[in-house]
């Protein structure tokens, strides 16, 4: 597991000020996710959104096109 600079710096900033190992400050963090996110309170459980799949019938591009191709498919190869 990688862990990005700014996160190791609040762990170890942390760690510091409880007197805790690396590993117990980690397993303290992770914990208190999980819990977050497994009982939200209900403020967090009102901003939570969910994206739902909706279907818009035939396909719009005959096959999967990257965006640079969509772009020129629909306003000419000048959008660059």
Known sequence: ?????????????????????????????????????????PQTEEKRTWTKPRSFGKQLLPYEANTAEMLALLEGEEHK
Request: proline share 2%.
């Open 1 to 41: 597991m990688t862990i990005e600079d700014s996160i190791a710096i609040r762990i170890e900033a942390l760690q510091a000020e409880r007197h805790m190992t690396f590993k117990d400050t980690i397993n303290h963090l992770l914990g208190l996710g999980l819990d977050a996110w497994e009982n939200p309170s």
